[in-house]
């Protein structure tokens, strides 16, 4: 697989990265573009690697052309691929709220997947949700989820609407886990924990958990009835939550972000 990133940020470096270390790409059959010097040559350096200020004809040699840039700067630079793609090749776009009629207008390439990963993808513990245009092929759509696979997790989805609640759950949802964690901390430290011992103590707390729920096979709802006894100390917090309507909150949150996504791939 020969993959060209363009975008050297977050996203761009760990799907990057992510694809070196699970060696589906070598490194020199990977292409960094990256107007910003200084993040092109640390990563590149990193991943010894090529890399490039700019998207020219060299790119013709790729396979995959992933875009990985600001959604303030994507009309620009969608519109200058319409120059330097090539019939053969498949155009990832991991843009939230740009849609595939966007995407495949302003580039001028019809073979077209849009993609919603999130921040974990860093340490390869990611989530990712694709979609494919028509014109995209089964081979290609394989190509697509070894990709994704090797910075996680992944599977297809048939809407381009579900890439909107992709977005509001998986995309977000570090997000929403680390506002958790943040008020845990808080809590932590007023009933006396130093801030070192609030982090770690809350920290193993998510992870364990997360990974009691990952090999248990059980929902989450039962999951949690195991922990809260009747007239304990997590019924007590429970409780509280349902008094304050914290469910309603957290699901009228999430169904927000999805009709942010909405009005965003609109737009």
């Known amino acids: 697989m020969k993959l060209a990133v363009i975008g050297a940020g977050n996203m761009g470096g760990a799907i990057a990265t992510a694809v070196i270390q699970a060696e ?5 059959n990977l292409l960094l573009i990256e107007p910003d010097e200084r993040k092109r040559e640390n990563l590149g350096n990193q991943l010894s690697c090529a890399s490039s200020n700019q998207f020219d004809d060299l790119s013709e040699n790729f396979d995959l052309i992933l875009l990985a840039i600001k959604p303030q700067i994507s009309g620009e630079v969608l519109t200058n691929l319409r120059f330097h793609l090539h019939p053969h090749q498949l155009l990832l776009s991991i843009l939230a709220g740009t849609s595939m009629e966007s995407l495949q207008q302003l580039s001028g390439h019809t073979k077209v997947v849009r993609i919603m990963p999130n921040t974990p993808a860093q340490l390869a513990q990611g989530m990712s949700v694709f979609h494919a245009a028509k014109e995209v092929n089964s081979t290609e759509k394989t190509l697509v989820k070894q990709l994704l696979d090797s910075c996680g997790k992944c599977f297809e989805v048939q809407s381009e ?10 995309g977000s949802g570090p997000a929403y886990l680390f506002y958790l964690g943040e008020q845990m901390v808080m809590a932590a430290i007023e009933l006396g924990f130093s801030e070192s011992e609030a982090s770690q103590i809350v920290q193993q707390t998510i992870f364990g958990s997360a990974q009691l729920w990952l090999h248990s096979g059980e929902s989450p709802g039962t999951l949690r009835q195991r922990v809260t006894s009747p007239g304990g100390t997590t019924a007590a917090a429970i409780e509280k939550f349902n008094d304050l309507k914290l469910s309603l909150g957290i699901q009228q949150g999430i169904h927000q ?8 791939s609109k737009t």
């Open 161 to 170: 609407t579900m890439i909107d609640a992709a977005t509001a759950i998986s």
């Open 257 to 264: 972000a999805f009709l942010r996504a909405v009005e965003l």
């Open 24 to 28: 589906l790409v070598l490194p020199k």
